[in-house]
């Protein structure tokens, strides 16, 4: 039984992400992949597995989020927007 092999950019393709982002995958082990003749090829099902999994929700900001730590610190010289802006603009 021969298993359907893709190249990279066949497989960036159906998946929806570029080149780089296929390597980046097979780098990480998040994505099988072989290499004959001096190609690295995916099995197709591989792309079906992948393509089945839920994407990551990305949670929203709220007021304790670590990034408005960063916000103004120690740069606002007393003039706005400084960090005691930031719930401002979260509140509208």
């Not at 298993?3 to 992400?17: F, K, P, Q, S, Y």
């Not at 003749?37 to 949670?59: E, K, S």
């Amino acid at each position: 039984m021969a298993v359907e092999m893709l190249t990279i950019e066949d497989a960036g393709r159906a998946l929806g992400v570029s080149r780089a982002t296929v390597w980046r995958l097979i780098q990480r082990r998040e994505l099988p992949s072989v290499r004959r003749g001096g190609r690295r090829l995916i099995p197709a099902t591989a792309l079906r597995t992948r393509a089945r999994r839920r994407p990551t929700r990305i949670p929203p900001l709220s007021h304790d989020h670590p990034i408005f730590r960063l916000v103004g610190a120690g740069h606002g010289g007393g003039q706005p927007p400084s960090a005691r802006d930031k719930h401002a603009l979260l509140d509208r």
